[in-house]
């Protein structure tokens, strides 16, 4: 396509990328949901994952995981050309970047399934992050690389499909306890993390992210405020970084820690599920506790998950107000100026979460929901890969990381032992279970 056949269609079709990703979101999701379609994105391995002893070539030679990497190809393709078209942007030369990202997600994807990686509770996201930062530290990029890095809108439709998957009615069912532990950790470990990276001298925009990463659920909810608040994608990944690892020791010593304290499998999963920051970490941290320690600190952490467009939503009016000077006296915001700049995404996420939760039927939600969820993994993997291609190891060094380092350790250990008091209060002292 010519460089005189992009500009007119372009700039005709252009709504802005915070809309394209809401109308592509949703296009998937009608498609999804409309036909019936149920071939999740490519797996290896299934939920244990493969080790050294596995037979690749069976698993390399078998259809299903052929077309599953075929339709994943193809569908994520046409979509992404939508949302950068509906973005204003160009498409030259960009479907050959995108096939390159797209395999480079596909490997991440084959080596977070080893065996052993599952075990220690390490997202995709990671080794996506680490594959891109190697390929753009060891490498020049070429610009038809390049082309294929669109960040934004990858991270953009991820969250508003992952507005699919997080119930309502999942959380009211469970219990109000979880919830309200949920509203009580977000709110007050969120403000003391924000104070504290404040008090260190950490700037605003890391500050946010930062104190959504601990408070609400990790990586998604710092890919979230990131959107939110048009965030430095390099901060970004060090916070990304930053809970993944942390998770580890955490999701390892806190269910012996429970033990040793005597705890009840009931707290010790509602406080496993209020503190550890990745979803994976904390199923597998539930599991070491226990049926009853898993089945609460899920409960607990899609309670927080639930709150994570709600908090989006309030982040960006906070940022909007904070970007112009509204702490000062007498200065006022127009409506206006928050709507620009409010992030879409933001609205996009939640209108699919109400949609799943109570208009579809609970059948049609549970298997589109599959799908739709590791549709959002996905994007978030290309995402990643963008994010790591673009960014130069010594770019870290210019970033005074030391203070985000130290604030997100202080924070996370405010959050271990203040989850642990109010885990404790809601359910062994006001309802024992």
């Known amino acids: 396509m010519t460089k005189n056949n992009n500009t007119p269609l372009s700039g005709r079709f252009n709504i802005g990328q915070d809309w394209a990703s809401v109308v592509t979101g949703f296009l998937l999701i009608l498609f999804v949901v409309i036909t019936g ?66 395999l480079l997600a596909i490997l991440a994807q084959f080596v977070s399934s080893y065996a052993g990686f599952k075990n220690l509770g390490l997202e995709t996201v990671l080794f996506s992050l680490v594959i891109g930062l190697l390929i753009g530290n060891l490498i020049r990029l070429p610009e038809w690389l390049r082309s294929g890095v669109q960040t934004e809108l990858y991270v953009k439709i ?6 699919a998957t997080i119930l309502f009615k999942d959380i009211l069912s469970a219990g109000a306890f979880g919830l309200i532990q949920a509203v009580i950790v977000v709110t007050v470990v969120w403000y003391f993390a924000f104070w504290l990276s404040r008090k260190m001298k950490v700037d605003d925009e890391f500050s946010t992210m930062l104190a959504s990463a601990v408070s609400i659920c990790g990586v998604s909810a ?92 309030a982040i960006s009016i906070f940022w909007a107000y904070r970007s112009r000077g509204a702490g000062e006296k007498g200065q006022h915001v127009p409506a206006r100026i928050i709507w620009d700049r409010f992030p879409k995404f933001v609205l996009g996420f939640i209108l699919a979460s109400l949609v799943f939760s109570f208009i579809l039927s609970p059948e049609t939600a549970q298997s589109s ?16 890969i963008s994010i790591g291609l673009e ?40 309802s024992p279970k």
């Open 37 to 102: 379609y149920a071939i999740a994105t490519p797996s290896f391995g299934g939920k244990v994952g493969w080790n050294r002893d596995h037979d690749f070539s069976g698993m390399f030679g078998a259809s299903s995981l052929w077309t599953s990497v075929l339709f994943t190809l193809v569908l994520f393709a046409v979509i992404a050309i939508i949302g950068i078209l509906l973005s204003g942007e160009k498409i030259r030369k960009y479907f050959t970047g995108f096939i390159a990202i797209f």
């Open 222 to 313: 710092a890919i979230a405020t990131a959107g939110a608040i048009n965030g430095d994608k390099k901060k970004l990944s060090f916070i990304i970084s930053l809970v993944l690892i942390i998770a580890i020791p955490m999701m390892i010593f806190l269910p012996v820690i429970a033990r040793w304290m005597g705890l009840s499998e009931v707290v010790t999963g509602a406080w496993l599920g209020g503190t550890i920051d990745t979803t994976g970490a904390v199923v597998a941290a539930g599991t070491i506790a226990g049926e009853t320690g898993l089945k609460y600190a899920t409960i607990v952490k899609f309670s927080q998950n639930v709150l994570l467009g709600l908090a989006a939503f």
């Open 158 to 163: 991820g969250l508003v499909l992952l507005g």
């Open 369 to 384: 929901g599959k799908v739709i969820k590791s549709f959002s993994t996905f994007w978030f993997n290309l995402a990643f």
């Open 391 to 430: 960014t130069r190891f010594a770019d870290f060094k210019h970033m005074e990381s030391k203070k985000p380092f130290y604030s997100f350790l202080i924070a996370q250990t405010f959050n271990i032992f203040f989850t642990l008091g109010v885990s404790y209060l809601l359910f062994q002292l006001i």
